[in-house]
Nanobody, 115 residues
Framework: QAQFVESGGGLVQPGGSLRLSCYAP????????MAWYRQAPGSQRELVAI???????RYRDSVEGRFTVSRDNANKTVNLQMNSLKPEDTAAYYC?????????WGQGTQVTVSS
């Protein structure tokens, strides 16, 4: 059973940047649509960004223009470049397939945006 491994989170000031990475050891990673999700305390998990197997991307409105999702099929990795971070971006970030597979949720990586 594959479990995804997220990394790259941390504490950053408003306006700063972070780059998240996710290792997704799927046998068929190359044809999987992948996504980043986040969950803030007291809130439901929400979809942040999607990248299809062909590299097409979609973003939730609140991160459009600030976040960029990419993938490296050779290394089975999905990345999320986050720029111009805002306090409301504070959350635990997870990657999974789109739609998500409940068996693949990892531990997530915490992003805290605060001065």
């Amino acid at each position: 059973q594959a479990q995804f491994v997220e990394s790259g989170g941390g504490l950053v000031q408003p306006g700063g940047s972070l780059r998240l990475s996710c290792y997704a050891p799927l046998r068929l990673f190359g044809i999987a649509s992948m996504a980043w999700y986040r969950q803030a305390p007291g809130s439901q998990r929400e979809l942040v960004a999607i990248i299809s197997s062909r590299g097409a991307t979609r973003y939730r409105d609140s991160v459009e223009g600030r976040f960029t999702v990419s993938r490296d099929n050779a290394n089975k990795t999905v990345n999320l470049q986050m720029n111009s971070l805002k306090p409301e971006d504070t959350a635990a970030y997870y990657c999974n397939q789109d739609p998500p597979n409940r068996n693949y949720w990892g531990q997530g990586t915490q992003v805290t945006v605060s001065s």
